[in-house]
């Protein structure tokens, strides 16, 4: 497990790190106080992980497009 604060992290980064926590979770030879500790931090890097989609998600829909479909500027996003 990384020592990095979660809230410091990439998508990428904590997508990897939920993704090692997830398996170790599955394989079940964790005692019973680190798997606590591992589900708690699995639980922080899913919620990054949702809210580095959620704003890359409100970044695409920002991006308006002319006529013809072409990208052609942004609009601003509310809350961003």
């Known amino acids: ?7 410091e992290m990439s998508f990428e980064e904590a997508m990897r790190e939920l993704e090692t926590v997830v398996g170790q979770l599955e394989r079940g030879d964790v005692a019973l106080e680190d798997s606590i500790k591992l589900y708690e931090r699995g ?4 919620a990054r ?9 409100e ?3 920002a991006i308006t497009l002319d006529g013809d479909g072409q990208p052609n ?8």
């Open 59 to 61: 970044k695409v829909a």
């Open 43 to 46: 639980a922080q890097l899913k």
């Open 49 to 57: 992980c949702e809210a580095k989609l959620k704003e890359a998600e």
């Open 1 to 7: 497990m990384s020592e990095k604060p979660v809230g």
């Open 73 to 80: 500027g942004l609009k601003p996003v509310e809350g961003l």
